[in-house]
């Protein structure tokens, strides 16, 4: 009987987040935090806004905003996106183009569409860290978790994004499903990865290493069948009506980006203005669609033949995957730190020498933009002046920030238990052989 009721008493004690049981121990540990590290956020991202423009005298950039805002009145005008009019972003990218348009109208201000926006985007941002907490609990201890929330909380380069993009959308799709995944709710990692994708693309990274962290895990290939899918069904809801209304205005949202040149800000135009100075070569933009395509294959060839399920080894094949997209992609824009920040704080807590570099690269993207806008950041090009190209000062500066994020990737890598390179060939070969 005793037993019974010390059974009863436990699970009452139970508390239970996106239908994920923790103690009431736990619980009131996660709200002790929470509080802590929702205030944090807070807390930062006014203070880069008084600093961005008090301090700096610098802006806050509300180019974006105005597009989202063109797009909104065009829908309140009766017009259907993707079929009456092509947007440069993906199907739910609408959510958070319309939401803020719903104030606008309420308040008949078109300056609440701004705020709307900041505020709806923050708590995201917010949701994103207290999720990156949560992600850390599996990954580390306890004390490390809350420091990776902190960092996350305090990532005021990001702030700065947060505010003026809708960037914090997906990021926030993409961690929801890497903590759905870890947590045992895998069908619903798989479709907030779909969700994702359909917000901006690099959160549908995720898919195959659930599938595959599934296949290692020995779970029923059935199984991994059926909640692919649905993120399939996911996907063709959600896209199919605008395909067969405007196929060709559709898939101009896909197509916007092809054959674009490089920024100035992207690791493809630093590596070509190299080359070119150098060796008179101008080719590495050309092909980094390709060599992301390959460091796609064997990071996700490297994670199968590991045949490491754990959470930690996920997590971080998931920020090298998203860390490819970024470093190989033509327009590699500021915000795009955004994408990584999550991982970033996840894994740089464990020394003051990796929460250094976390808050230095924070600082270098944060110079980089708004603060030296239209001296060191432009998309046409360096300004060199009289100075050797490669001694330039824009040079140097960009040649700092990928040192920054690469030293990033490198510790987050040697971090990880990695097998002998020679058992990941013998496991590749048997199996090519079978």
Excluded at 14 to 19: T, W
Excluded at 167 to 184: E, G, N
Excluded at 218 to 235: K, N
Excluded at 267 to 272: H, L, M, T
């Amino acid at each position: 009987m005793s037993r019974v009721r010390g059974q009863y008493d436990d699970t009452a004690r139970e508390k239970s987040v996106l239908g994920i049981r923790f103690s009431e121990k736990e619980f009131s540990k996660f709200r002790e935090h929470f509080a802590m590290l929702i205030a944090l956020s807070i807390i930062t991202k006014v203070a880069v806004v008084l600093f961005t423009t008090g301090i700096f005298h610098s802006f806050v950039d509300i180019f974006d905003v105005s597009v989202y805002y063109r797009y909104a009145m065009q829908v309140l005008g009766g017009a259907i996106p993707y079929v009456d009019f092509s947007l440069e972003y993906p199907q739910l990218s609408l959510v958070v183009i319309l939401v803020p348009l719903i104030f606008t109208v309420l308040t008949g201000d078109p300056s609440t569409y701004l705020v709307a926006h900041q505020v709806f985007m923050s708590i995201f941002d917010i949701l994103t860290t207290l999720l990156v907490y949560l992600i850390a609990l599996r990954v580390s201890d306890q004390r490390c978790a809350f420091i990776s929330g902190v960092l996350s909380a305090t990532a005021f380069s990001s702030a700065y994004f947060v505010l003026t993009k809708y960037d914090a959308f997906p990021t926030f799709l993409l961690m929801l499903s890497l903590f759905l995944f870890i947590y045992r709710k895998e069908i619903c990692g798989y479709l907030s990865a779909v969700a994702g994708f359909l917000a901006k693309w690099f959160p549908g990274l995720a898919i195959p290493y659930f599938a595959l962290h599934e296949y290692m895990s020995g779970r029923d290939p059935r199984t991994i069948g059926r909640h692919i899918i649905a993120s399939a069904a996911l996907l063709l809801i959600i896209t199919l009506p605008f395909a067969v209304l405007n196929s060709s205005v559709f898939l101009a949202t896909y197509t916007a980006h092809t054959g674009r040149t490089a920024l100035a800000h992207s690791f493809c135009y630093y590596v070509d203005f190299a080359l070119e100075n150098v060796l008179g070569l101008s080719f590495f933009a050309q092909v980094s669609l390709l060599l992301m395509a390959v460091v796609q294959i064997f990071l996700l060839g490297y994670y199968y033949s590991a045949k490491n399920t754990s959470a930690e080894y996920l997590c971080a094949f998931l920020f090298f995957s998203t860390f490819a997209f970024v470093i190989f992609n033509k327009v590699f824009s500021p915000q795009y730190l955004l994408w990584i920040t999550p991982f970033l704080a996840i894994f740089l807590a464990r020394s003051y020498k990796e929460i250094a570099l976390f808050y230095a690269i924070q600082a270098w993207v944060y110079l980089e933009f708004p603060i030296l806008y239209r001296s060191i950041y432009i998309n046409d090009g360096y300004f060199v002046g009289d100075s050797s190209p490669l001694a330039s000062v824009p040079f140097l500066f960009f040649t700092i920030k990928f040192i920054l994020l690469l030293a990033a990737f490198g510790m987050v890598w040697i971090s990880l238990k990695h097998p002998d390179l020679r058992v990941v060939w013998t496991l590749i070969h048997h199996e090519k052989s079978m």
